[in-house]
């Protein structure tokens, strides 16, 4: 009996641990089936939100493209977006507008499998920086079986059109003049020389700075002729793009500035293409201040605009080049060859005996002499251009935009400007070329706008010359968006309010110069002009070229 009692608590006692280890295995398998479900439910509500940041990634971007391009696309000082006043998701009109710089973009979306069941859900709520008018956050909270999952990336959205520069530089700029003592308030753009990559278009061991901010407060006479938003801005959105070519950032060169810098560096094939050192700045990333820095990133970049090239702008397209448009667009269009003036549009119209008097020697000299080219239309409105002198000021008055052929155009005195397109305060002077003769325009003193006729920029004097713009002068100011086919030159202590777009920018010292020199203190401050003000025959093209940069991504 004793022996039998040993036996079966044996016999109990093992079939205890097959037990225990029986359900130990289906605990633990168990265990791993839920940790499994689990795992699996988390996988998919990561997939959920990926799959919502995803597909209103793409929706924000097409928007974006849309959006500008779009005739009235409205605008402001600084950094702006079109953007920012709201997103038209189905673009018939209704505008989804920003709530705490908020929208909510999709709410509980399902994500469904190959067999249409669904396996998740997301919402996906756009968030604006509140200083900033080109970043924006997409988030993305994916869920699958009570699982949770978030996703989120920054992007900033920009347009590198021509007139979203402070300048706009062609290959003319591997001549690289673009250096010294010059201040750029605002973004530059640089085509560069697609055959020698490796030639310096900023070559700066000076002063050169580029800054991401104006006070125009700080110019004599120049606030009250700017509309009050647009006196201070504190963030231009400014970038350096070159296509081709380096830069340095040697000596006491300033790009950005720690506490405001520039939205990005975008050289060449990269850091390789940027050398130097600053000495005072941001040492820890070659001197520059910026939030980003690589090669050049743009897949389908802007040409530089010429004028026997098409124009793809919203006022050109239809032509078969710029210089056609200039032409046919004209109010008013005068072409002089040899010592003959012939009015080419409208025909038949007749202008007073001044305006070929002052044309005839194929210079137009805006000096102390009245020159009146206008003509009235039909229905009593007038059109053509016209220069009045009294008390060392000089009033040129555009009503429409006016084209030159054969001559050069030369601002001898101060003038302010006047201009008139229909129910617009905006028109373009064009100065071309005709067989060899012409297509440049001289500044000599200041060209502002008339503050008692509208404050820029809602009042603006678009500049095209198919050869040379030169700002010459001690100290001038200039107001207006310009074009030169060849080269912008700026003397000494001068300054250009708006933007410029120019084969080759270049600074020279005082004096009538026909060279470029370094360490020249002249400036250019970008002022940026609403797309419904532009002058509507300004190289510009339709949409401009939106890119979309992505800043940061986070799983969460």
């Known amino acids: ?194 055959s020698n990559p490796d030639q310096y278009v900023i070559e700066s061991n000076g002063n050169f700075s580029l800054f991401n901010s104006y006070n125009l407060n700080n110019y004599p006479g120049i606030a009250s002729r700017v509309e009050s938003a647009y006196q201070q801005v504190s963030d231009l959105c400014a970038s350096v793009r070159v296509q081709y070519g380096k830069i340095s950032v040697g000596g006491s060169t300033q790009i950005g500035e ?32 910026t939030e980003a820095m690589g090669p050049f990133d743009l897949s389908n970049p802007p040409p530089f605009p010429t004028l026997d090239t098409k124009l793809d702008s919203d006022t050109c397209s239809s032509y078969p080049t710029w210089r056609a448009c200039l032409q046919d667009k004209a109010t008013l269009r005068i072409q002089r060859i040899g010592d003959q003036v012939y009015v080419l549009q409208p025909p038949n119209a007749t202008l007073d005996s001044s305006c070929s008097a002052a044309l005839r020697s194929g210079i137009l000299n805006l000096n102390t002499s009245n020159v009146d080219c206008t003509f009235t239309r039909l229905d009593g409105t007038r059109g053509g251009f016209r220069y009045t002198y009294s008390g060392g000021q000089g009033v040129l008055e555009l009503y429409g935009d006016v084209t030159l052929e054969g001559v050069d155009v030369i601002f001898n005195q101060p003038t302010a400007y006047r201009t008139i397109s229909g129910d617009a305060k905006k028109a373009t002077l064009v100065v071309l070329s005709k067989s060899g003769q012409g297509g440049n325009i001289d500044i000599n003193g200041n060209l502002l706008p008339d503050s008692s006729h509208g404050l820029f920029p809602n009042h603006v004097l678009g500049l095209i010359a198919e050869k040379d713009v030169y700002q010459r002068g001690n100290k001038t100011y200039v107001m207006a968006p310009v074009y030169a086919g060849g080269t912008f030159r700026i003397e000494k202590d001068s300054v250009l309010f708006g933007s410029v777009i120019s084969n080759q920018f270049c600074t020279t010292s005082a004096g009538n110069r026909n060279n470029c020199n370094a360490g020249q203190t002249a400036e250019v401050v970008y002022i940026r002009i609403p797309y419904q003000n532009r002058p509507v025959l300004l190289p510009s093209l339709k949409g401009g070229k939106p890119t979309f940069q992505v800043l940061s991504y986070e799983r969460r």
């Not at 709530?99 to 669904?118: F, S, T």
């Not at 520039?262 to 520059?288: A, E, L, Y």
Request: glycine content about 12%; proline content about 2%; charged content about 15%.
């Open 258 to 289: 720690p506490s405001n810098k520039v939205k990005g560096v975008f050289v060449g094939r990269g850091s390789q293409d940027i050398t130097g050192q600053n000495v005072n700045v941001c040492q820890n990333n070659k001197g520059v201040c």
């Open 1 to 194: 009996m004793h022996a039998k009692g040993i036996a079966l608590v044996a016999t109990l006692a093992l079939m205890l641990i097959i037990a225990l280890l029986v359900f130990g295995t289906f605990f633990r398998s168990q265990i791993e089936l839920w940790v499994t479900r689990n795992d699996t439910t988390s996988v998919q509500a990561f997939y959920a939100a990926e799959a919502g940041l995803q597909k209103y990634k793409a929706v924000l971007f097409q928007q974006y493209v849309w959006r500008e391009q779009q005739i009235n696309r409205g605008g402001g000082p600084g950094c702006y977006t079109s953007l920012v006043t709201g997103i038209d998701l189905y673009r018939n009109g209704n505008l989804l507008t920003f709530q705490n710089n908020r929208i909510i973009l999709a709410q509980n979306e399902n994500v469904v499998d190959a067999n249409g069941k669904p396996v998740g859900q997301y919402t996906v709520t756009l968030i604006r920086d509140a200083q900033d008018g080109q970043l924006f956050t997409l988030v993305s909270n994916g869920t699958s079986s009570g699982a949770k999952a978030t996703v989120q990336a920054t992007f900033r959205l920009s347009n590198t059109g021509y007139l979203e520069q402070a300048i706009f530089a062609g290959s003319g700029q591997a001549n690289k003049w673009l250096n010294g003592g010059a201040t750029i308030r605002g973004g530059i753009y640089i085509v560069g020389d697609p």
